[in-house]
Nanobody
């Protein structure tokens, strides 16, 4: 069993900052890419940022220059530092990991339960 648990969401005023954290636990052989997605009411889930196992980041255009993704492979963790937050950033943020549970299995996608981020104007 693999679990991804997020923390760090909350309510913040526009221009403020939040830091999201996600820890993967359970039977894990290897974690490939990790990332953050978000889903606002009435909208599809979208990629916010992703980071490869080697640490190469990738960002949605809407968050470039404001958000920073990082990971700690020793802790099976990924983080999202969000600065200069805007009301449009309001959404449920989901942690994602592409991982393998054992050497003989294939890679699978896993998701956290989501954490709410609300930015007030």
């Amino acid at each position: 069993q693999v679990q991804l648990v997020e923390s760090g969401g909350g309510l913040v005023q526009a221009g403020g900052s939040l830091r999201l954290s996600c820890v993967a636990s359970g039977s894990i052989f290897r974690i490939n890419a990790m990332g953050w997605y978000r889903q606002a009411p009435g909208k599809q889930r979208e990629l916010v940022a992703a980071i490869s196992s080697g640490g190469s980041p990738n960002y949605a255009d809407s968050v470039k220059g404001r958000f920073t993704i990082s990971r700690d492979n020793a802790k099976n963790s990924v983080y999202l530092q969000m600065n200069s937050l805007k009301p449009d950033d309001t959404a449920v943020y989901y942690c994602h990991a592409d991982l393998r549970r054992s050497w003989y299995e294939v890679d699978h996608n896993y998701w956290g339960q989501g954490t709410q981020v609300t930015v007030s104007s």
